[in-house]
């Protein structure tokens, strides 16, 4: 195959409309290899030959199917019984939808019943610096534009790696980074660090980075939920966030003045940047081993397995098809030796619960190495969990 039929990741990822950490996700996951990796470099090429695989990948993923029947899909060499996949897929979702809508039935029901909850005033937190209405949008090459409600979701996200200790306040704080096309967040606790990389719809023409306070950002959610578009740029003091003009034109109601405060509420947000200095998260990344063994796993089964425990350490343990999580046994799609490892509830959880997508990535390298947990669709998300030893009196051969 000559060299010019080869297409870089991040070219192959632009044209299928795909990310290039989802492409490295599927890649991964024995979805879609890439033709060539270059041995020295480990830089990944595809060829445009793969571009259906890709895009159909992206479509399957759309409608939330998991890896193991996107796969079962793409394997399927009849048309005829791939498109029957689909649709059985999609049967379950409308069974799915079906519930949903019968508990949302019975919802109404009750809230019409007197059970209501009251409506809570808003309360304007300290932190914010509210600009006054009219200033105009940053245009500097520093500023990033991206969708509120994925920033939002973003923020949760890596949140939930941050915790309050007054002796070391860097641990409360989430570092933004940004490239001419991503925007990367990340947090941690010591025991996981989550990162999650974002595409803007406009990125900034010059890379920065800033350590944020997360109660602040935390805060400032439930307004960036809000916003169909965000300018974020930083500033001496933090990070500003500024809606477009274009907000008010499209949602009049959204530019009205606060009745508490008489000014427009929707106009600007401000964080306040931390003085404590992030640690070098990537360091500690490019120093770790190679992935030894890798799990596929249905997210929504894991999580209920580990809803059921009731220990306060969880231990994993591979098989050649299926992951023993406690006492549970679930289907799962595993390559390389089996692996046993031990967990404190409160760390896994949270990083499975806050992972994006139908399904779950478990990098695992050793029992006394980070695990990471890997998905990504929109954009990329990943947390290193840290195992623990097994509790004393735990069955560790579970």
Not at 242 to 252: K, W
Request: proline share 9%; net charge negative; aromatic share 4%.
């Amino acid at each position: 195959m000559p060299d010019t039929d080869l297409i870089t990741i991040g070219a192959f990822a632009r044209a299928c409309g795909l990310s290039a950490s989802a492409l490295r996700f599927y890649a991964d996951a024995g979805v879609l290899a890439p033709a060539v990796v270059d041995d020295v470099t480990g830089y990944r090429y595809y060829t445009p030959d793969q571009s259906d695989s890709a895009h159909l990948i992206r479509h399957l993923r759309a409608v939330d199917m998991p890896l193991p029947a996107v796969a079962a899909v793409l394997a399927e060499p009849d048309p005829s019984r791939a498109a029957e996949l689909v649709d059985l897929h999609l049967a379950d979702l409308d069974r799915h939808l079906t519930e949903v809508r019968a508990a949302a039935t019975a919802a109404r029901t009750a809230l019409r019943a007197g059970r209501a909850v009251s409506d809570k005033k808003p309360i304007s937190p300290d932190g914010w610096d509210v600009g006054a209405p009219g200033d105009p949008i940053p245009t500097t090459d520093h500023t990033v534009w991206l969708s509120g409600p994925m920033l939002a979701a973003a923020i949760d996200q890596v949140a939930t790696a941050t915790i309050t200790d007054p002796t070391m306040p860097v641990l409360d704080t989430i570092l933004f980074e940004t490239a001419r096309h991503e925007l990367t967040l990340t947090a941690t606790d010591r025991y996981r660090l989550t990162t999650r990389t974002l595409r803007p719809t406009r990125g900034a023409e010059t890379a920065w980075t800033a350590t944020i306070d997360a109660e602040d950002l935390r805060a400032t959610v439930s307004w960036l939920r809000r916003q169909h578009s965000v300018a974020i740029r930083p500033t001496p003091e933090g990070i500003e966030f500024t809606t477009p003009p274009t907000d008010s034109e499209v949602n009049p109601a959204a530019a009205q003045p606060s009745m508490a405060t008489g000014i427009d509420e929707n106009a600007h947000r401000h964080c306040r940047r931390s003085t404590e200095n992030f640690p070098d998260y990537r360091a500690m990344l490019t120093a770790l081993p190679p992935v030894v063994t890798r799990v596929v796993i249905a997210r929504a089964d894991l999580l209920t397995a580990l809803e059921a425990a009731n220990a306060p350490t969880i231990t994993l343990h591979t098989h050649p098809s299926t992951l023993s999580v406690g006492r549970h046994r679930l289907p799962a799609t595993i390559t390389g030796p089996a692996m046993t490892l031990h967990f404190p509830v409160t760390t896994l959880y949270p990083a499975i619960a806050a992972a994006v997508g139908p399904d779950v990535m478990l990098d695992l390298i050793a029992p006394d190495h980070p695990a990471r947990v890997r998905s990504a669709d929109e954009g990329a998300l990943s947390t290193l969990a840290m195992p623990c030893q097994p509790e004393p009196t735990e069955d560790a051969s579970r």
